[in-house]
């Protein structure tokens, strides 16, 4: 072993004070009641969707860490979760993110082609963000919905029987709510109480 140390986003703190809203902390405790005494680990998935949605849209490694300390777990056991689903960013993304089925020439869904309109469309390639801010473009291994492909999932929502004018269409909705407060019924911790 030579001692040098890995260089991984993981590894980097910004040190930022992350808390909840005492509105979210008392949401939260009460789902963590839910389980059985000594497995608050089961909770987990729950908090990371209302960390992600209300400290940032991003999960980083200060808000990794305040998750742990809530539910009493080591940083790694909530690392593996964040860095397993793809549902759960690592980095900053826009308002919306535009996840497209992206695991290669799919006769099936016609992803490829979605993809490719988007790219061009917003001028932005995989991984990355409109200068506005507004869309980030992911592909993702699958999103399960061939039998309504071509498909795509805005943040929380599915778009399905995608078409080139049904696509425009969505991204100019998008636009037009951007700055609309988002209903609480739309927001993950809207969805566990």
Same mark, same amino acid.
């Given at each position: 072993?030579?001692?040098?140390?890995?260089?991984?986003?993981?590894?980097?703190?910004?040190?930022?004070?992350?808390?909840?809203?005492?509105?979210?902390?008392?949401?939260?405790?009460?789902?963590?009641?839910?389980?059985?005494?000594?497995?608050?680990?089961?909770?987990?998935?729950?908090?990371?969707?209302?960390?992600?949605?209300?400290?940032?849209?991003?999960?980083?490694?200060?808000?990794?860490?305040? %998750?742990?300390? +809530?539910?009493?777990?080591?940083?790694?056991? $909530?690392?593996? /979760?964040? #860095?397993?689903?793809?549902? !759960?960013?690592?980095?900053?993304?826009?308002?919306?993110?535009?996840?497209?089925?992206?695991?290669?020439?799919?006769?099936?869904?016609?992803?490829?082609?979605?993809?490719?309109?988007?790219?061009?469309?917003?001028?932005?390639?995989?991984?990355?963000?409109?200068?506005?801010?507004?869309?980030?473009?992911?592909? %993702?291994?699958? +999103?399960?919905?061939?039998?309504?492909?071509? $498909?795509?999932? /805005?943040? #929380?929502?599915?778009?399905? !029987?995608?078409?080139?004018?049904?696509?425009?269409?969505?991204?100019?909705?998008?636009?037009?709510?951007?700055?609309?407060?988002?209903?609480?019924?739309?927001?993950?911790?809207?969805?566990?109480?």
């Amino acid at each position: 072993m030579s001692g040098n140390l890995i260089d991984h986003r993981l590894r980097v703190k910004e040190n930022f004070k992350v808390a909840f809203s005492a509105q979210t902390l008392e949401k939260i405790r009460l789902l963590i009641k839910r389980y059985p005494e000594g497995k608050q680990k089961s909770a987990l998935l729950p908090v990371l969707h209302i960390a992600q949605e209300e400290l940032g849209g991003y999960l980083s490694v200060d808000v990794m860490d305040y %998750v742990a300390s +809530l539910l009493g777990l080591q940083p790694i056991e $909530v690392y593996e /979760v964040a #860095t397993f689903y793809s549902m !759960f960013y690592l980095d900053k993304v826009g308002k919306y993110v535009l996840e497209v089925c992206h695991t290669g020439p799919c006769s099936i869904c016609g992803s490829e082609e979605i993809i490719e309109y988007l790219r061009k469309k917003l001028d932005i390639n995989i991984g990355e963000t409109t200068p506005d801010g507004m869309f980030t473009l992911r592909g %993702v291994e699958c +999103l399960g919905a061939c039998g309504y492909a071509p $498909v795509m999932q /805005v943040n #929380t929502e599915f778009h399905e !029987f995608l078409t080139h004018e049904k696509i425009d269409a969505l991204l100019e909705e998008l636009r037009k709510k951007a700055n609309e407060e988002q209903p609480e019924s739309s927001k993950w911790a809207g969805k566990f109480f």
